[in-house]
């Protein structure tokens, strides 16, 4: 892939972006400083433990952080060539939806209870395409079928408690989808739902990727759904992104102490053990911030250097980057060991 | 849906079954009626008569049986202030009730619903800080002392509108808004506060992620799923706009039903209260069933789970 066609192909590039809570207790600082892009059909993940600053960096791209607590206070998300930092509310309203969507976690509150799902959609539609009604029916109908909804006519007249968890994902995402927009943001979409209906759900949204070329920003803590799902995922911890690459490279190699921990901590079938691994301490607070390494307080690793600087960040592959101190040529400490894949892990 | 209304009115029904039975139990607790109406100098020849004519000596559940059927065939008794039937009365006196009640409910629901909906869009400006203090004065002032402060201001001061009484569309502006200042204050604490919750879910970030104006969340969107709190609380204005009518009817001298009671129990007339204690009873209970069938309406999960 040569450079120039990289360039085209970048839907969304995010630079340094910084999401701030200030509450009058102190300043949490959610998203400190995050940068990453997102190529046309492309599935980035984001990965982390809760309250890492995950959908914060959702809602930042949608420019919906709540207010007047959260405000972005430095960065670029910049958005097929324009930076949307700079656009006025009026402006914005053409971006959610239409270029930027989102699905969240919890299809059981994402509706609002007294419309009709028709009602819902229609309007979501009615945003994109001003047309009469009956033309907008029909749209509406195609948008539940899209997503695999059975008997749709019958179904627009439904209210939300009158459908089960997984049907109201699906029609949560035919409103995200409704106005073909060229991201989705997937907001632990199947967190909600259960095992089987996760996997319906997954495949539902690979198949439409398919067909429409969506790129899709895939936050989850969940590995398996990761390998599933995703091209390239970024590992997220304390508010940064700590190590991000190719979904293969973060799974046979990865760099960064916090990464490796992470995936040695999903349970695999084919092992008996009697404890589970678990990372030892808790994440700092976005409160608080430590001035070094925020994941040095419980870095097996860490040195005096990692306490005193944050790491600047090291290229170990074309895409593969990690911010880690022991992973630079310089490093005196103990070195990180090989990371072993266990066998039949990925699958 | 016709199932929870025909439930609704049985259930309505029975209220006022209990209600008749308490309003009947407490004119006979209240004492001997004809005591009241009677002077000492009659003799007992006398109340004896009169006891048999009006069939007091009978025992007291046929006496009932006779209240109600009277009481069904709209026969309320005759008043002896007045020395006119009951109904004759109180279909004199109701319009203007009814007329000064709903304006006073149109000038609650036309300040509250805003004030309250933009107090919680502009949650800690300075707005929002103006209509708590409008809140809490409404709340806690007394009706009376809105009335005559009003009318201190307005008419007698100022000389904008009448002081009392009964006439064009300016003698109803001071009482009207005087009845309603404290629902006023109610509802409008209630609407605010049911649309921050309502701000705060998921429905509404969705909205917001599909690009709909901001305008249209706030009164689409939220204000629906808002409503729903002070409709319950509809019931309860009623019953305020009830004692509150007794009230100001009699300090801006309204000729309503609230005046004709105070005018009633001060000359001991028990037939004309008891007959308007079952009226307003009867009111009560009609609101409450047409508050739960707007509640179905606006809330779909409670049509369907009857």
Same mark, same amino acid.
């Given at each position: 892939m040569t450079a120039v066609q990289t360039a085209t192909d970048t839907i969304l590039e995010v630079n340094n972006l910084k999401t701030y809570i200030f509450t009058r207790a102190a300043t949490v600082k959610a998203v400190d400083g995050i940068s990453f892009d997102l190529k046309k059909g492309e599935t980035l993940g984001i990965v982390g433990e809760s309250g890492c600053g995950k959908t914060m960096t959702a809602l930042s791209l949608l420019r919906l952080?709540? #207010?007047?607590?959260? #405000? %972005?206070?430095e960065g670029e998300i910049v958005l097929n060539g324009e930076? %949307?930092?700079?656009?006025s509310e009026d402006e914005m309203r053409d971006v959610r939806g239409r270029q930027i969507s989102m699905i969240l976690q919890d299809p059981q509150t994402s509706l609002n209870p007294v419309f009709t799902i028709g009602n819902q959609l229609r309007e979501a539609l009615g945003i994109a395409h001003r047309e009469n009604k009956s033309s907008m029916l029909g749209r509406a109908v195609d948008a539940l079928r899209k997503v695999n909804v059975a008997a749709p006519e019958r179904r627009l007249d439904d209210y939300p408690h009158q459908m089960s968890g997984g049907m109201k994902q699906r029609v949560v995402g035919a409103i995200a989808m409704s106005c073909e927009p060229g991201i989705i943001i997937a907001d632990e979409p199947t967190t909600a739902l259960d095992v089987t209906i996760q996997l319906q759900y997954l495949r539902l949204l690979k198949e439409i990727q398919a067909e429409t070329g969506l790129a899709i920003i895939f936050i989850t803590h969940d590995f398996g759904v990761v390998a599933r799902m995703c091209d390239r995922v970024a590992v997220m911890y304390a508010g940064r992104i700590i190590e991000q690459g190719d979904v293969r490279d973060i799974f046979s190699r990865p760099a960064h102490p916090y990464t490796q921990a992470l995936i040695n901590s999903v349970p695999k079938l084919e092992e008996r053990v009697d404890r589970l691994y678990s990372i030892e301490g808790q994440p700092p607070l976005l409160s608080n911030l430590p001035e070094g390494c925020r994941f040095a307080p419980r870095c097996p690793y860490v040195s005096d250097r990692c306490l005193e600087t944050y790491p600047t960040s090291i290229q170990l592959a074309e895409a593969h980057h990690a911010d880690c101190w022991a992973l630079h040529s310089d490093w005196e400490g103990t070195p990180i060991a090989e990371y072993v894949a266990p066998t039949g892990t990925t699958g | 849906m016709q199932r929870f209304i025909v439930l609704r009115i049985l259930q309505g029904l029975l209220a006022v079954f209990v209600i008749s039975l308490i309003v009947f139990a407490l004119s006979r607790v209240a004492g001997d009626p004809l005591a009241a109406i009677l002077d000492d100098e009659a003799g007992k020849e006398q109340i004896e008569r009169l006891r048999q004519s009006w069939g007091l000596d009978k025992p007291l559940h046929v006496q009932y049986f006779t209240y109600m059927r009277r009481l069904l065939t709209g026969d309320l008794g005759v008043s002896f202030r007045w020395d006119r039937p009951v109904l004759e009365l109180i279909a004199e006196r109701l319009p203007a009730t009814i007329q000064l009640s709903a304006f006073a409910l149109v000038v609650t629901g036309i300040i509250a619903f805003p004030i309250g909906v933009l107090s919680a869009v502009k949650k800690d400006s300075w707005f929002d800080a103006g209509g708590k203090m409008f809140a809490i004065l409404g709340q806690s002032a007394p009706t009376f002392a809105v009335g005559l402060i009003l009318m201190w201001v307005f008419a007698v001061q100022l000389g904008w509108l009448p002081t009392s009484g009964k006439g064009g569309i300016k003698h109803i502006i001071l009482p009207g808004f005087a009845l309603g200042y404290y629902n006023v204050a109610a509802i409008m604490r209630l609407t605010r506060s049911s649309m921050l919750d309502v701000l705060d879910t998921e429905y509404v970030k969705l909205a917001r992620i599909k690009g709909i104006p901001e305008w249209k969340i706030v009164w689409k969107h939220c204000f629906r799923n808002a409503l729903i709190g002070p409709l319950t609380y509809f019931s309860l204005i009623f019953a305020i706009l009830i004692t509150g009518s007794v009230v100001i009817e009699t300090v801006f001298a309204w000729p309503g039903l609230g005046l004709m009671v105070i005018e009633a129990i001060n000359s001991k007339d028990h037939i004309v209260v008891q007959a308007v204690v079952m009226l307003f009873a009867l009111l009560y209970v009609g609101i409450n069933i047409i508050t739960d069938i707007t509640y179905a309406y606006v809330d779909p999960r409670i049509r369907y789970n009857q």
């Amino acid at each position: 892939m040569t450079a120039v066609q990289t360039a085209t192909d970048t839907i969304l590039e995010v630079n340094n972006l910084k999401t701030y809570i200030f509450t009058r207790a102190a300043t949490v600082k959610a998203v400190d400083g995050i940068s990453f892009d997102l190529k046309k059909g492309e599935t980035l993940g984001i990965v982390g433990e809760s309250g890492c600053g995950k959908t914060m960096t959702a809602l930042s791209l949608l420019r919906l952080v709540p #207010r007047p607590a959260g #405000r %972005i206070v430095e960065g670029e998300i910049v958005l097929n060539g324009e930076d %949307i930092l700079q656009k006025s509310e009026d402006e914005m309203r053409d971006v959610r939806g239409r270029q930027i969507s989102m699905i969240l976690q919890d299809p059981q509150t994402s509706l609002n209870p007294v419309f009709t799902i028709g009602n819902q959609l229609r309007e979501a539609l009615g945003i994109a395409h001003r047309e009469n009604k009956s033309s907008m029916l029909g749209r509406a109908v195609d948008a539940l079928r899209k997503v695999n909804v059975a008997a749709p006519e019958r179904r627009l007249d439904d209210y939300p408690h009158q459908m089960s968890g997984g049907m109201k994902q699906r029609v949560v995402g035919a409103i995200a989808m409704s106005c073909e927009p060229g991201i989705i943001i997937a907001d632990e979409p199947t967190t909600a739902l259960d095992v089987t209906i996760q996997l319906q759900y997954l495949r539902l949204l690979k198949e439409i990727q398919a067909e429409t070329g969506l790129a899709i920003i895939f936050i989850t803590h969940d590995f398996g759904v990761v390998a599933r799902m995703c091209d390239r995922v970024a590992v997220m911890y304390a508010g940064r992104i700590i190590e991000q690459g190719d979904v293969r490279d973060i799974f046979s190699r990865p760099a960064h102490p916090y990464t490796q921990a992470l995936i040695n901590s999903v349970p695999k079938l084919e092992e008996r053990v009697d404890r589970l691994y678990s990372i030892e301490g808790q994440p700092p607070l976005l409160s608080n911030l430590p001035e070094g390494c925020r994941f040095a307080p419980r870095c097996p690793y860490v040195s005096d250097r990692c306490l005193e600087t944050y790491p600047t960040s090291i290229q170990l592959a074309e895409a593969h980057h990690a911010d880690c101190w022991a992973l630079h040529s310089d490093w005196e400490g103990t070195p990180i060991a090989e990371y072993v894949a266990p066998t039949g892990t990925t699958g | 849906m016709q199932r929870f209304i025909v439930l609704r009115i049985l259930q309505g029904l029975l209220a006022v079954f209990v209600i008749s039975l308490i309003v009947f139990a407490l004119s006979r607790v209240a004492g001997d009626p004809l005591a009241a109406i009677l002077d000492d100098e009659a003799g007992k020849e006398q109340i004896e008569r009169l006891r048999q004519s009006w069939g007091l000596d009978k025992p007291l559940h046929v006496q009932y049986f006779t209240y109600m059927r009277r009481l069904l065939t709209g026969d309320l008794g005759v008043s002896f202030r007045w020395d006119r039937p009951v109904l004759e009365l109180i279909a004199e006196r109701l319009p203007a009730t009814i007329q000064l009640s709903a304006f006073a409910l149109v000038v609650t629901g036309i300040i509250a619903f805003p004030i309250g909906v933009l107090s919680a869009v502009k949650k800690d400006s300075w707005f929002d800080a103006g209509g708590k203090m409008f809140a809490i004065l409404g709340q806690s002032a007394p009706t009376f002392a809105v009335g005559l402060i009003l009318m201190w201001v307005f008419a007698v001061q100022l000389g904008w509108l009448p002081t009392s009484g009964k006439g064009g569309i300016k003698h109803i502006i001071l009482p009207g808004f005087a009845l309603g200042y404290y629902n006023v204050a109610a509802i409008m604490r209630l609407t605010r506060s049911s649309m921050l919750d309502v701000l705060d879910t998921e429905y509404v970030k969705l909205a917001r992620i599909k690009g709909i104006p901001e305008w249209k969340i706030v009164w689409k969107h939220c204000f629906r799923n808002a409503l729903i709190g002070p409709l319950t609380y509809f019931s309860l204005i009623f019953a305020i706009l009830i004692t509150g009518s007794v009230v100001i009817e009699t300090v801006f001298a309204w000729p309503g039903l609230g005046l004709m009671v105070i005018e009633a129990i001060n000359s001991k007339d028990h037939i004309v209260v008891q007959a308007v204690v079952m009226l307003f009873a009867l009111l009560y209970v009609g609101i409450n069933i047409i508050t739960d069938i707007t509640y179905a309406y606006v809330d779909p999960r409670i049509r369907y789970n009857q």
